[in-house]
T-cell receptor, first 112, second 112 residues
C-alpha cells in the first residue's frame, strides 16, 4: 500500500463542515482511496472510497485531485458524534492485496 | 443488509489458557474474511485473511491460528495464550475486488 500523510489532529465546530486532508503522492494507478473512522473502543467504520472521481454518500463526500496525489474527506455538518480518529488508506485491493494499512490518522474533535 | 457479529466483547484469560474467538457474517455469500489486532494506542495489524472455506493466509508468525469451517464463519484460536496476545481483536469482511472491508465491534482480550 502507498503511504498516506494526514495531520495528527484538528478541531471543528458543531454544525460546520469538516474538511480532512490526506496526501498520497505515491499512489499507483490501480489504488483506491478509502476513508475509515474509529470511535474510541469500537471497530473502524467504513466511510467512503473512490478511485479518481469525486464520491458522495449519506455520510460524507470525497474529493480527489485530478493528479490523485491528494484527497479531502468532507463531513458536511459535523456533530459531536463525529468525534473520532479518521484514517485515509490507499490500497489496490483485489490484486492479492488484502491488507489495509492503518496509520496514525487524524484525531478530529467536534466542539459544541 | 450485511451484518458481522463478534463475540465475546470482552475476555479476560490467564496466561497459558486456550482461546477461541468467533466471527460470523450474515447477508452475503463467499465473503473475504479478516482478523486484525490492535494493540493499545497502535494501528491495526492484519493477522489472517481467508478468501474461501478452508483457505487461510497468515500475515505474521505468531501464537495464533485461524480457521474457516463454514462460508461465513471465521475463528481465531490459540492453544496457549501469552501476555503479548493482549489487545483488541477485530474481524472484518469484504466483497470481491475493490469493495471495502467492514469491521465488527471487536473483542478486547486481556491476559493476566
Amino acid at each position: 500500500d502507498a503511504k498516506t500523510t494526514q495531520p495528527p489532529s484538528m478541531d471543528c465546530a458543531e454544525g460546520r463542515a469538516a474538511n480532512l486532508p490526506c496526501n498520497h503522492s505515491t499512489i499507483s494507478g490501480n489504488e483506491y482511496v478509502y476513508w475509515y473512522r474509529q470511535i474510541h473502543s469500537q471497530g473502524p467504520q467504513y466511510i467512503i472510497h473512490g478511485l479518481k472521481n469525486n464520491e458522495t454518500n449519506e455520510m460524507a463526500s470525497l474529493i480527489i485531485t485530478e493528479d490523485r496525489k491528494s484527497s479531502t474527506l468532507i463531513l458536511p455538518h459535523a456533530t459531536l458524534r463525529d468525534t473520532a480518529v479518521y484514517y485515509c488508506i490507499v490500497s489496490a485491493r483485489g490484486n492479492n492485496d488484502y491488507k489495509l494499512s492503518f496509520g496514525a490518522g487524524t484525531t478530529v474533535t467536534v466542539r459544541a | 443488509s450485511q451484518t458481522i457479529h463478534q463475540w465475546p466483547a470482552t475476555l479476560v484469560q490467564p496466561v497459558g489458557s486456550p482461546l477461541s474467538l468467533e466471527c460470523t457474517v450474515e447477508g452475503t455469500s463467499n465473503p473475504n474474511l479478516y482478523w486484525y489486532r490492535q494493540a493499545a494506542g497502535r494501528g491495526l495489524q492484519l493477522l489472517f485473511y481467508s478468501v474461501g472455506i478452508g483457505q487461510i493466509s497468515s500475515e505474521v508468525p505468531q501464537n495464533l491460528s485461524a480457521s474457516r469451517p463454514q462460508d461465513r464463519q471465521f475463528i481465531l484460536s490459540s492453544k496457549k495464550l501469552l501476555l503479548s496476545d493482549s489487545g483488541f481483536y477485530l474481524c472484518a469482511w469484504s466483497g470481491q475486488g475493490h469493495q471495502p472491508q467492514h469491521f465488527g465491534d471487536g473483542t478486547r482480550l486481556s491476559i493476566l
